[in-house]
């Protein structure tokens, strides 16, 4: 069984930056797709970005390009989204996931990030 465990979220300010982590534990964290996703109040869980687990390549939903960057560390089996000019409208849950098929998997609990304006 797999188990993600998110960390770093919080309250900052617009213009703030913060770092989510994502520690894994189960399986051979380099092996799989990973990815961040996010949810706000009254809206449906949405894509952020992903890494795959080839060649580290990574994707980013084009609200978050060149303010985000996912980045992994295979030693720490830890996922990280550093997160850059923050907005208001980027305030909502953080899901880390694991994709071990055609789809993601396992799902951390959510770390909430808060922008303030």
């Known amino acids: 069984q797999v188990q993600l465990v998110e960390s770093g979220g919080g309250l900052v300010q617009a213009g703030g930056s913060l770092r989510l982590s994502c520690a894994a534990s189960?399986?051979?964290?380099?092996?799989?797709?990973m990815g961040w996703f996010r949810q706000a109040p009254g809206k449906e869980r949405e894509f952020v970005a992903a890494?795959?687990?080839?060649?580290?390549?990574?994707t980013y939903t084009d609200s978050v390009k060149g303010r985000f960057t996912l980045s992994r560390d295979n030693a720490k089996n830890t996922l990280y989204l550093q997160m850059n000019s923050l907005k208001p409208e980027d305030t909502a849950v953080y899901y880390c996931?694991?994709?071990?098929?055609?789809?993601?998997?396992?799902w951390g609990q959510g770390t909430q990030v808060t922008v303030s304006s």
């Open positions: 189960g399986r051979t964290f380099t092996n799989y797709p």
């Open positions: 996931a694991l994709r071990a098929g055609s789809q993601y998997d396992f």
């Open positions: 890494i795959s687990w080839s060649d580290d390549s990574t």
